[in-house]
């Protein structure tokens, strides 16, 4: 039974990375990563995505702290959520996205990608990790 695709987002404060599920929800691609100017801009190249998979929800990694507390980085991304979801005509949710940039370059050291090669890429990594764990949790709950 095939289910819609998923858009998911790692928000930073410069770069967003993009990731999008399979048409059966099974697994996750990186997509791209969106270089951020405003939030009008942001939510164009973010509704440039949703066009061009047909993604029919959105997933953002919400980084909470390892003590389960939220931070100025889990208000700034709340806010992006808020603003994002008005702006779009579908479901926008949030995932626990603990340690996905850590996880995401400790990869990309690992398979011996330089720094500067590093830079343009962990953020796409990162949100098709968030992806990942997200289609992991929602195959779990059925």
């Not at 967003?16 to 190249?45: F, H, W, Y």
């Not at 991304?77 to 926008?92: A, D, K, M, Q, R």
């Amino acid at each position: 039974m095939p289910i819609a695709r998923i858009l998911a987002l790692d928000v930073g404060q410069k770069r967003i990375g993009v990731a999008v599920s399979d048409p059966l929800g099974i697994t996750a691609q990186g997509a791209g990563v969106i270089t951020r100017k405003n939030i009008e801009d942001d939510i164009n190249e973010v509704k440039k995505y949703i066009d061009e998979y047909k993604a029919e929800s959105i997933v953002v990694g919400m980084p909470i702290n390892m003590d389960g507390t939220k931070g100025e980085s889990a208000k700034k991304v709340t806010e992006f959520v808020e603003t994002v979801s008005s702006g779009l005509n579908i479901p926008v949710v949030t995932y626990d996205e603990r340690l996905s940039t850590k996880e995401s370059e400790k990869f990309l050291i690992s398979s011996d990608v330089s720094r500067k090669k590093r830079k343009g890429v962990i953020d796409k990594i990162a949100a098709q990790l968030i992806l990942e764990s997200y289609l992991e949790r929602l195959k779990n709950s059925k």
